[in-house]
Nanobody, 120 residues
Framework: QVRLVESGGGLVQPGGSLRLSCAAS????????MGWYRQAPGKERELVAI???????NYADSVKGRFTISMDNAENTVYLQMNSLKPEDTAVYYC??????????????WGKGTLVTVSS
């Protein structure tokens, strides 16, 4: 079995920072990519940032220059450093991972989500 455990959400004032973490555990042979998505109330889930092969990154235009995704390959953990947060960043943030799992090949997993609220 594979688990994704997220942490780091919370309430922060505009202009503040938060760091999200997502640790993947279980029978993982390798990681294809890991990333973060978010879903604001009344909106569809959208890609925030993704990291592939440990160092190839892609960001939504709305977060470029403010958010940084990184990965600890040894711990199968992905981080999202969020700076200069804005109220429109308020959402539930979901970790997503594309993992090679034993004999099953590549499978996609979602975390349960962590709430980020940006408000004064």
């Amino acid at each position: 079995q594979v688990r994704l455990v997220e942490s780091g959400g919370g309430l922060v004032q505009p202009g503040g920072s938060l760091r999200l973490s997502c640790a993947a555990s279980g029978s993982i042979s390798s990681v294809n990519d890991m990333g973060w998505y978010r879903q604001a109330p009344g909106k569809e889930r959208e890609l925030v940032a993704i990291i592939a092969n440990g160092d190839i990154t892609n960001y939504a235009d709305s977060v470029k220059g403010r958010f940084t995704i990184s990965m600890d390959n040894a711990e199968n953990t992905v981080y999202l450093q969020m700076n200069s947060l804005k109220p429109e960043d308020t959402a539930v943030y979901y970790c997503n991972a594309d993992l090679v799992v034993g004999v099953f090949g590549a499978l996609n997993y979602w975390g349960k989500g962590t709430l980020v609220t940006v408000s004064s």
